[in-house]
Structures are given as C-alpha cells and as structure tokens.
Nanobody, 124 residues
Framework: QVQLVESGGGLVQAGGSLRLSCAAS????????MGWFRQAPGKERELVAI????????YYADSVKGRFTISRDNSKNTMYLQMNSLKPEDTAVYYC?????????????????WGQGTQVTVSS
C-alpha cells in the first residue's frame, strides 16, 4: 500500500511560479513510476508529467513542456513539480499518483495509487 499526500498548491498570478510536493509512505516508493495529473472543473483528469522510478526518464504533456519540471528524491520519498510561467488555464486540482509500470500511454484510471489533490488557481 502506498499513501500519497500533496502540498504546495495555492493562488498565484499569471506568470508566477509554484512548487508542488507529493510525500509518499512506504518503502516501495523508489520502485514506482510517479506522476502529476490535474483536473479542471467540468473536464477529465489529465496527465501533466510522469517520472520513472529512478528519475532517469520523464514525460510531459505538450501543454506544460518548457514550463513545468518534474523531479523526485527517493531518499525523502518525495516527488516535486516546479511550475513556472503559470497560465490561467493551468488552474485545476493537481493530483499525484503512483504506478508499478512505466508507460506514457497508460490510462489515467489505471494508476494504482492517488493522493487527495491540491488546488492550484492562476489569476489573470
């Protein structure tokens, strides 16, 4: 069992930055693919970025490439999402998730574990 807790969300003006964190329990964190997803009101949950268990591979949605950076520290059982140049369309609840496989095409609903989410609001 893996428990995930997100933090770092908040209200920021367009062009600003935020850093999200996802703290995981359990010793198996270091063997899991970790990812950030987001869900805006009235929209489906979508992938933002994922990172392989060793940090050696990352994948980003086109909408965030060049602005967001995903990273992890396995010694701290923590994953991060640095978000720069934020836009109003980035407003959503951001979730972290964990999965046993590395698959950039894996359906969102197939991820094994989820956090409770943290709200990010970008004002124009």
């Amino acid at each position: 069992q893996v428990q995930l807790v997100e933090s770092g969300g908040g209200l920021v003006q367009a062009g600003g930055s935020l850093r999200l964190s996802c703290a995981a329990s359990g010793r198996i964190f270091s063997s899991y693919t970790m990812g950030w997803f987001r869900q805006a009101p009235g929209k489906e949950r979508e992938l933002v970025a994922i990172i392989r268990w060793d940090g050696g591979m990352t994948y980003y949605a086109d909408s965030v490439k060049g602005r967001f950076t995903i990273s992890r520290d396995n010694s701290k059982n923590t994953m991060y999402l640095q978000m720069n140049s934020l836009k109003p369309e980035d407003t959503a609840v951001y979730y972290c998730a964990a999965d046993r496989t590395w698959n950039t095409a894996r359906p969102v609903r197939a991820y094994d574990y989820w956090g409770q989410g943290t709200q990010v609001t970008v004002s124009s």
